[in-house]
């Protein structure tokens, strides 16, 4: 599997700030993908960021609220804008596997809590 | 776009038994589905996994069974040991670069030892 670097770990936040997460894989992926866990519940499809061109959003996501950024084949951003207590969540990232492609793996995950 | 159901959401069994966990998709385009497991504070897992031109997979203690006619499948555990207590996560996805997964609500797993 591909190794899958993500920064900050966690962070503590104060609402209406904006905090910015980043993905690092250690070889080039075509897609990457971006996920929420809100507490205690089920992983979420944010969006898809795709390299060269706008990141595909999943229903009740928006740009503005998560804009995303894919300046190369290994490296994206999410940002997480104008937080909310209800942003408090665990955000991962995705990549495809190395061999078969279609598995999905994901990095450490960033927990982050807003006050 | 795709809906996936897991049952049950919690799961309490004693060392040694089976555990069984099942869900249902809802697209019949899905042809990927893969199980994973989270421990607490880590991230998931990717524990097992099976295509829609295969009914059952075996990995060890656990396997997964697909039914493509009545859109489900499930994860099974034997022997269990302290170690498989985690949370569960099915999920379901088109296409062979298709990790744009649609989770399962999860079911969270204890082992008694």
């Known amino acids: 599997s591909a190794v899958i670097s993500q920064k900050p770990s966690r962070d503590i936040c104060q609402r209406g700030t904006s905090l910015t997460i980043q993905c690092q894989v250690d070889s080039q992926v075509t897609m990457m993908f971006w996920y929420r866990q809100q507490p205690g519940q089920s992983l979420t499809l944010i969006a898809t960021?795709?390299?060269?061109?706008?990141?595909?959003?999943e229903s009740g996501f928006v740009i503005d609220k998560f804009p995303i950024s894919r300046p190369n084949l290994t490296f994206s951003t999410l940002t997480v804008s104008n937080m909310s207590p209800e942003d408090s969540s665990i955000y991962l990232c995705s990549v495809p596997g190395r061999t078969r492609g279609a598995e999905a793996f994901f990095g450490q995950g960033t927990r982050l809590t807003v006050v | 776009g795709e809906n996936v159901e897991q049952h049950p959401s919690t799961l309490s069994v004693q060392e040694g038994d089976s555990a069984v966990i099942k869900c249902t998709y809802s697209?019949?385009?899905?042809?990927?589905f893969p199980w994973y497991k989270q421990e607490l504070g880590k991230r998931p897992q990717l524990i097992i996994d099976?295509?829609?031109?295969?009914g059952e997979k075996k990995d060890q203690r656990i396997a997964v069974t697909l039914n493509k006619t009545a859109k489900h499948f499930s994860l099974h555990i034997t022997e269990t040991q302290p170690e498989d207590s985690a949370v569960y996560f099915c999920?379901?996805?088109?296409?062979?670069?298709?990790?744009?997964?649609?989770f399962g609500g999860g079911t969270r797993v204890l082992v008694k030892p």
């Open positions: 999920a379901a996805s088109i296409g062979a670069a298709g990790n744009k997964l649609t």
């Open positions: 960021a795709n390299q060269g061109s706008e990141a595909t959003y």
């Open positions: 099976i295509r829609s031109n295969v």
């Open positions: 697209d019949s385009a899905s042809n990927y």
